[in-house]
């Protein structure tokens, strides 16, 4: 895939060890690099949160895991890969009240988080590298304090994305849109993330072509810390205004610049970018709802079904 994009470049193979090889070096572009499918990682084992009411999300069995740093904040939660210096996940409680607030953003700026002891990326990793500094748990969520919006600035709740037709883009507007349910529901819960994820490894898809498969997946880095740059993002909603009988939908777009029929940036929320929490976890490694066990009767159904658009008019297409 980057035949005409090594020369100059760093070459990085993480095999499941996590054990990067480093080939040759230039200053601050993206480098392509690989990796073993479905690395990602976890904690040991599921517990309550009040911003994870259905338990923090872990590694599932039989996964390898990066060695991975926890980071709690006032308005999110997140599980730190100390191999990739992005988060795993980071779980919020987006209420209908929250967007409301003259908090201001501009008095923010990007910076390393204290709480990890560390490998951890920094502003310079970022800048030049063509990569927008991506929040999972987006900053105007928390327009009601001006201390809690600007601990969205720490690099823990950042991922290198794709700016036009991406950051500024299609997902720029599904952050909107997840205000918008909040605001029609409530309040929600979300668990957003990056993903590794490589199409032909997979070999549930129409048309798999086993000779294609080889169980890695490249990906970019950037910057002395080598930052990885994920393939694909998701988020996952969740409307647990009734615990014992919750909704959820789970967006996943690739990295890239996301257009409309006329080729210029214009998100579109169709069935294809809606996936099942179950197809998600079995490509993430990851248990988003480890104790949906104790609130529903059939969690297996739940995690197996994609939602419905239709349930969920704040995304349909407009």
């Not at 991975?68 to 779980?91: F, K, M, N, Q, Y």
């Amino acid at each position: 895939m980057f035949t005409n994009r090594l020369r100059n470049k760093t070459l990085v193979l993480a095999p499941l060890l996590g054990i990067h090889l480093i080939i040759t070096g230039c200053a601050n572009d993206p480098v392509p690099a690989r990796r073993a499918s479905l690395i990602q990682g976890g904690i040991e084992s599921a517990s309550e949160h009040v911003l994870a009411p259905y338990g923090v999300p872990e590694l599932r069995a039989g996964f390898t895991q990066p060695p991975t740093t926890p980071v709690e904040r006032d308005g999110w939660l997140a599980l730190h890969s100390d191999l990739d210096l992005i988060p795993l996940w980071v779980c919020q409680r987006l209420d209908s009240a929250d967007t409301v607030g003259d908090a201001d953003r501009d008095d923010c700026s990007w910076r390393s988080d204290p709480q990890l002891t560390g490998p951890r990326a920094t502003d310079a990793d970022y800048t030049n590298s063509g990569y927008a500094r991506g929040h999972m748990a987006p900053a105007n969520d928390y327009s009601f304090s001006q201390d809690e919006i600007c601990e969205t600035f720490f690099f823990t709740n950042c991922v290198p994305q794709i700016q036009n037709g991406f950051n500024s883009g299609i997902w720029s507007t599904l952050e909107a849109r997840c205000q918008d349910a909040a605001v029609a529901r409530d309040s929600v819960f979300i668990i957003t993330g990056p993903m590794f994820y490589d199409p032909l490894d997979d070999d549930t898809l129409e048309g798999h072509d086993p000779a294609l498969d080889d169980d890695t997946v490249e990906y970019f880095v950037v910057g002395a810390n080598r930052v990885a740059v994920p393939t694909h993002l998701y988020k996952i909603i969740v409307d647990a205004t009734d615990v014992d009988d919750p909704s959820a939908i789970c967006f996943v777009f690739e990295n890239r610049r996301h257009t409309n029929k006329r080729g210029s940036d214009g998100p579109r929320f169709t069935d294809r970018y809606v996936r099942s929490i179950d197809w998600l976890e079995d490509r993430t490694g990851i248990d988003f709802l480890p104790l949906l066990d104790e609130a529903i009767d059939d969690p297996d159904a739940f995690e197996a079904a994609p939602a419905n658009l239709a349930d969920w008019p704040e995304f349909q297409p407009r």
